[in-house]
């Protein structure tokens, strides 16, 4: 039995069978003494729904962001053989259920791409990297540090104009940050000014379930440009260039020579 406290928008929300799904899944957090209760939906997209929930006073913030990942929706990673290179499911019995695409199977994946973000979270939050700080995870959803206020959750990069000034130590702090990344085996792999959250003055990267290892993922090295140059497409509007191909080429060479760090 589940009991939530929820605004009007969440409930209306919740008539569909995949939201009760979510509040099911954010209940695994409640139950653990974690969060308290769920307040309002952030976003919610094909892959995912983001809530704002208060959180449990042991997890130190008065609120803290769930992810919920859909079932129906994670095909994007699964169908695309680049985000699946260089990666290997060591159980039998679930590789071959993921390779014949039984529930069992795109369950098992979906929590191998919770299991994914959540690991790369931890280790770049405790590297110092600009993420939000990962409390848990459960097979289908991520608890993770809240960036936002009781008003408004913060902005994605995308949609906000930067003060003059800003942008050049920003962008600075971004490059900071996919160095960082290399330095500990990560390529974001969908970097943009939309995965990027904008609060106070300070930037927080998120969404990461599709990240590669460069010490495997042949994809690594392309993706790694990739990011650079959306992230440079961003600040071309305050009249900053950044030569993509020649920063990742040089973040790689270094990487591959062992410089990083
Ligand atoms: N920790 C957080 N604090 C506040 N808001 C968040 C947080 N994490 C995610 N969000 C909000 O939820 C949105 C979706 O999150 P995320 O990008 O991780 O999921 P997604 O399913 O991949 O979404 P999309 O397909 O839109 O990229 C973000 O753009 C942001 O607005
Ligand atoms: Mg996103």
Redesign the pocket.
Known sequence: MCAFAVDESTERFMSRNSDIADMQAIQEFIDEGLVREVLNV??S????T?YRCRAHPSLGAKYT?V?VYHESGFRNFGNDAVYQEGRVILNGQVRRAVRARTEFGREAQLALWVDHEFEALSRLFEAGADV?EPFACTERAVL?????DGQS??S?LQHLELEPGEAGDLLGRLLWNIELWLAHDTVHADLSA??V?FWQGRAKV??FPQWLDPRFAPAARRLLERDIRNVGRYFARYGLDVDAAGVAADLWRRFEYGELG
């Open positions: 952030i976003k997209g094909k892959e995912a983001v962001a992810k939000p993770l540090e809240y960036v936002g959750a913060a994605q939309f995965n959250l998120i969404d």
